[in-house]
């Protein structure tokens, strides 16, 4: 009787097992927003297409009068990140976009997104992966881009 009761449990988790939705080791089920996060996601998102369009008067609108930019190559505001886009010294050209959150923090929000981004810089494509997070502030009932920071992660090594 014992054997039997392992073996229909072994059954049953086998059965449970097979039939859910497989992911790869890099994949994992898709997140459910709720509309406020989903709101954040559809600005954040919108924000890369206006970059690699560089669409700076679209930025310029979005990004908080005292937004704080931190970069690999070091920090500045929101003038200096809309005249660099404008001008062309970075190019954002293409973020893909692996996973994104949201975490809200009394009036605030941070979104943070893995991403693989190929930028042009001095005239040089390159392509690294970053968590980006980006803090927005509510300001007479919409939302503004008050921090963008860039951490450059680390792939393993290919063999």
Same mark, same amino acid.
């Given at each position: 009787?014992?054997?039997?009761?392992?073996?229909?449990?072994?059954?049953?988790?086998?059965?449970?097992? %097979?039939?859910?939705?497989?992911?790869? $080791?890099?994949?994992?089920?898709?997140?459910?927003?709720?509309?406020?996060?989903?709101?954040?996601?559809?600005?954040?998102?919108?924000?890369? @297409?206006?970059?690699?369009?560089?669409?700076?008067?679209?930025?310029?609108?979005?990004?908080?009068?005292?937004?704080? %930019?931190?970069?690999? =190559? =070091?920090?500045?505001?929101?003038?200096?990140?809309?005249?660099?886009?404008?001008?062309?010294?970075?190019?954002?050209?293409?973020?893909?976009?692996?996973?994104?959150?949201?975490?809200?923090?009394?009036?605030?929000?941070?979104?943070?997104?893995?991403?693989?981004?190929?930028?042009?810089?001095?005239?040089?494509?390159?392509?690294? $992966?970053?968590?980006?997070?980006?803090?927005?502030?509510?300001?007479? =009932?919409?939302?503004?881009?008050?921090?963008?920071?860039? @951490?450059?992660?680390?792939?393993?090594?290919?063999?």
């Amino acid at each position: 009787m014992k054997k039997l009761f392992v073996l229909a449990m072994f059954v049953l988790a086998s059965v449970t097992a %097979f039939t859910q939705p497989q992911f790869g $080791p890099q994949q994992s089920a898709p997140k459910q927003f709720t509309p406020q996060e989903q709101e954040l996601i559809d600005l954040s998102n919108q924000k890369w @297409t206006w970059m690699s369009e560089k669409n700076a008067d679209k930025l310029a609108e979005l990004f908080h009068d005292n937004a704080m %930019f931190v970069h690999m =190559g =070091g920090s500045w505001g929101k003038q200096q990140e809309v005249d660099i886009i404008r001008g062309g010294m970075i190019w954002y050209k293409n973020a893909d976009i692996h996973s994104q959150e949201v975490k809200f923090v009394e009036d605030n929000a941070i979104v943070y997104s893995n991403i693989h981004l190929t930028s042009e810089v001095g005239g040089n494509e390159v392509c690294f $992966p970053f968590m980006v997070s980006e803090v927005f502030v509510k300001k007479e =009932g919409q939302w503004k881009l008050g921090a963008l920071i860039f @951490t450059r992660l680390l792939e393993p090594e290919r063999e």
